[in-house]
C-alpha cells in the first residue's frame, strides 16, 4: 500500500463505524479491532491492546482509541484524519436531531425508538467488551480483575473510576512479578 | 422554541472553559454523570429534563455518548457555535494528552512491567464496561420485555460470533424497535 493513500483507508474505516456506532464508541471496538488489525494489518493484536489500555488511562473519552490508532498508522496526520473521520460524521447527526428534537418531544414513535434500540445498544457495548477480553492475554489474573472491578462498578455506580483502574494496573504487574 | 424562560446568559469562553476542564480531568468514562452535576446541578444552565432529554438522544444517536450529549448541550445554549465549541473543548486537550502519553509509552515500550499495568487497567476499564452495560440492561428490561432476547441476539452475533457489526445492525434495529412497540 502506498503512504499517500493511507489517510484516505483511515477515512474509509473510520466513518461508517461514526456512523453505525451505536450506544456510543463502545459498541465499535469489535469492529475496528478487526479492520485494523485482521483486514488492514496496520498494527499487530498486542498492539491494539496497548492502545486500547491507553484510551482508557487517558482523560477524556475512551473513543480516543480512534486518534491513537490514527497516530500509530500515520503520525500526526493520521491522527487528525482518524479523528475527524470518526468523530464528525456521528456529531454532525447528533447536531441536526438536537435542534428536530425538541420540536417534536412527547410524539409516541421517540418513545418506541429509544425503547427498542436501548437493548441492540446494551448488547453492542457488552459485545465489544466482551471482544477486547477475548483479545487480552487470557490469564486467569486477567479475568480476575474484570470480575471484581465489574463488581465493585455494579455496587457503586457513582465511584471515581481513575483509583480502581489505576489499582488493578498495580494488582497486574505484582501478581505476574510473583509468577 | 417556546421556552421563553429567562435563562443565565452563558457565554462561548464559559462553554469552552467547563467542556475543556471535564475532558482533561475525567479518567476511564462516566463522563455523562460529571456533566449532568456540573451543567444542571451546579451551574443550572439546563433544567434536568432538558438534560434527561438530551442524554437519551445521545445514546439512540451513533456516536460516543458523551460527545453527543455536548453537542446537545451547547446547541441549546449557543446554538451552532455553542455545539461546536463544546464538542472541540471536550476532545481536543485530551487527545493531545493521549498522543503524549503514546509517545511516552513507547519509549518505555521495553519495560515488562508497563505492559502488566496496562493490560490490568484495560481489565479494569473491561470491567466498567460491563457494569454500565448491566445498569442498562436492567433498565431496558423494565420497559420493553423483548429487551433481553434482543440484547442476547446482538451478543451471540457480533460478540460471540463476531459477524460484521454494520449488516446486523441494519438487520436488527427495526426488528428491536417494531417489538418494542408491542404492549408489555
Same mark, same amino acid.
Given at each position: 500500500m502506498q503512504d499517500d493513500d493511507l489517510p484516505w483507508q483511515l477515512v474509509l474505516v473510520f466513518t461508517p463505524l461514526s456512523l453505525l456506532s451505536l450506544g456510543g464508541g463502545q459498541s465499535v471496538i469489535a469492529d475496528i479491532n478487526k479492520q485494523v488489525?485482521?483486514?488492514? *494489518?496496520?498494527? &499487530?493484536q498486542a498492539d491494539f491492546v496497548d492502545l486500547f489500555a491507553i484510551s482508557r488511562a487517558a482523560? *477524556?473519552?475512551? &473513543?480516543l482509541l480512534s486518534t491513537l490508532i490514527g497516530w500509530r498508522v500515520d503520525g500526526w496526520t493520521g491522527a487528525l484524519v482518524a479523528s475527524l473521520a470518526y468523530f464528525v460524521p456521528s456529531s454532525l447527526i447528533a447536531f441536526a436531531v438536537s435542534r428536530i428534537w425538541n420540536r417534536y418531544r412527547g410524539r409516541p414513535w421517540q418513545g418506541a425508538l429509544e425503547q427498542g434500540l436501548a437493548p441492540l445498544a446494551t448488547g453492542l457495548i457488552l459485545s465489544g467488551a466482551f471482544t477486547v477480553l477475548l483479545s487480552s492475554s487470557g490469564a486467569l489474573s486477567v479475568w480476575s480483575i474484570v470480575a471484581a472491578s465489574a463488581a465493585v462498578f455494579i455496587l457503586r455506580?457513582?465511584?471515581?473510576p481513575l483509583p480502581v483502574l489505576l489499582a488493578a494496573g498495580l494488582v497486574e504487574v505484582a501478581v505476574s512479578a510473583l509468577s | 422554541m417556546t421556552d421563553t424562560e429567562p435563562k443565565p446568559a452563558v457565554t462561548l469562553p464559559q462553554i469552552f472553559a467547563l467542556f475543556a476542564r471535564i475532558g482533561l480531568t475525567s479518567?476511564?468514562?462516566?463522563l455523562s454523570a460529571w456533566i449532568y452535576r456540573e451543567v444542571?446541578?451546579?451551574?443550572?444552565?439546563?433544567s434536568e429534563d432538558e438534560f434527561l432529554a438530551g442524554l437519551t438522544l445521545a445514546q439512540i444517536l451513533p456516536g460516543p455518548n458523551v460527545i453527543n450529549i455536548s453537542i446537545y448541550i451547547g446547541q441549546r445554549l449557543r446554538g451552532t457555535l455553542g455545539s461546536v465549541i463544546a464538542a472541540l473543548a471536550l476532545l481536543l486537550p485530551p487527545m493531545v494528552v493521549a498522543v503524549a502519553l503514546l509517545i511516552l509509552f513507547r519509549n518505555f515500550s521495553h519495560l515488562e512491567w508497563l505492559h502488566d499495568f496496562l493490560e490490568g487497567i484495560a481489565a479494569g476499564a473491561i470491567g466498567l464496561t460491563i457494569s454500565v452495560g448491566y445498569r442498562a440492561a436492567r433498565h431496558a428490561a423494565k420497559t420493553n420485555r423483548w429487551a433481553p432476547a434482543v440484547l442476547a441476539l446482538v451478543f451471540i452475533a457480533i460478540?460471540?460470533?463476531?459477524?460484521?457489526l454494520i449488516p446486523v445492525v441494519l438487520c436488527l434495529a427495526p426488528l428491536a424497535v417494531l417489538v418494542a412497540r408491542k404492549k408489555v
Open positions: 488489525v485482521d483486514l488492514h *494489518g496496520w498494527i &499487530s482523560p *477524556g473519552p475512551g &473513543s455506580p457513582k465511584l471515581n | 479518567f476511564g468514562g462516566g444542571v446541578d451546579r451551574r443550572h444552565w439546563l460478540g460471540v460470533l463476531r459477524w460484521p
